[in-house]
């Protein structure tokens, strides 16, 4: 079955330094991933989109990875600051003509000041 | 436009009650999903629809959840009769249809199901 793998292990780290978030998928082939940033007690809120076609894709201070060889989405903050600290969510979702949308589990982090 | 709205935010019943959950998703978009989310198994999709139409129900856990979308503004997913394994939080999200690329997720800010 489909399944999507991200570190069930919060990530802490230091103000100003780059986290990197990893979403390992398998039995899967899909066409787009996308990264959601979800705070507590609200939904997910879309962050990034990259098509299987493209290999990164950056904004601001974002930057996504996307190896379909590795079936694997590398998230990238750099600078990172204090109020970037939430959960992060990878999805999966089919062709253009499905629009079903799986995500992960989420990986929690948290920068210090 | 408002988002998507959910109601209620909060809702405590009792076992064996009917629960039910509602959404309006934001004009325009064809897709509407419905999410569960749990610290034990994260955000599990449901069911979806496109145009209306329930495309995939395969998440629905059993025979006991219904969903519907009567119109393109207004969803509801129901479950009956409820179990304290249900306690969760259900989230609906809306997606504008594929115009030769996928787009994102628009969520709702869910609602809390707990069942005593």
């Known amino acids: 079955s489909q399944k999507i793998e991200q570190n069930s292990e919060a990530l802490n780290i230091q103000e100003g330094k780059t986290a990197t978030l990893t979403c390992n998928y398998t039995n899967y082939s899909p066409a787009y991933l996308q990264w959601y940033r979800q705070d507590p007690g609200r939904g997910p809120v879309f962050l990034l989109l990259?098509?299987?076609?493209?290999k990164e894709k950056r904004k601001e201070r974002l930057k996504v990875t996307f190896d379909t060889t590795l079936k694997q989405s590398l998230f990238h903050i750099t600078a990172s600051q204090p109020a970037d600290s939430a959960t992060y969510l990878c999805?999966?979702?089919?062709?253009?003509?499905?629009?079903?949308?799986?995500f992960g589990q989420g990986t929690t982090l948290q920068v210090k000041p | 436009d408002a988002g998507v709205i959910q109601s209620p935010r909060h809702e405590v019943t009792e076992m064996g009650q009917e629960v039910t959950l509602r959404c309006k998703p934001i004009?325009?978009?064809?897709?509407l999903f419905w999410y569960r989310q749990t610290m034990m198994r994260g955000l599990e999709l449901l069911i979806y629809f496109n145009n209306n139409v329930p495309i995939d129900d395969s998440g629905m856990p059993e025979d006991r959840f219904s969903a519907k979308m009567p119109n393109a503004s207004f969803s509801t997913l129901k479950i009956q009769p409820s179990e304290p394994r249900d306690s969760a939080v259900y989230f609906c999200a809306s997606s504008p249809q594929n115009r030769g690329g996928n787009t994102e997720a628009f969520f709702g800010q869910g609602t809390r199901l707990t069942v005593v």
């Open positions: 999805a999966l979702s089919g062709s253009s003509n499905t629009g079903k949308l799986i």
């Open positions: 004009s325009g978009h064809d897709y």
């Open positions: 990259i098509r299987e076609n493209e």
